[in-house]
């Protein structure tokens, strides 16, 4: 009798072990980009959202803003417990009244879901990410938030 295995319990089983071991992952960027530099110049990080699994961190989703631009910016980023493993990762935003729906980055990535760009103006944004990792998926979205 042939036993299945979901992918995800793997994937933990094999991340934990790793951070046990304090090995680091194949291919995983030693000087890795950070989020301000993903968005690019003249952007602050207004807010993040953190994905645990227990003690954890997964992964953080990051928000940011240009005040010159009135562009919003949203970026996840792998920590480093799963930094260089090429899982589900997204991030999302969406511009309230703007006509334009949600903009969105979701692919198997080994180090951030991202950026993805709005201009928000003086509106509301609701903005969000998720990862794919262990025996679960977590999810952030905001409500609408961050006006003006």
Known sequence: MRTSVRRPAIIASAVAALVALGATPA???????????VCGSGYTQIDSH???????ELARVH?????STKYNCVVTFHS??????????????????D??????DQGAYSSYAGPVRLAAGSRCVKWG????????????TSSWEHCG
């Open 63 to 67: 928000l940011f803003y240009n005040a």
């Open 27 to 37: 291919g995983a960027a030693t000087a890795a980009a950070t989020p301000a530099g």
């Open 80 to 97: 480093s417990s799963t930094s260089g493993y090429a899982l589900t990762t997204g991030a999302w935003l969406d511009v309230d009244g």
């Open 99 to 104: 006509g334009k729906g949600q903009a969105k």
């Open 50 to 56: 953190a994905f645990r699994n227990a003690s954890t």
């Open 129 to 140: 990410g998720m990862i794919e990792a262990g025996v679960g998926t977590y999810t952030y």
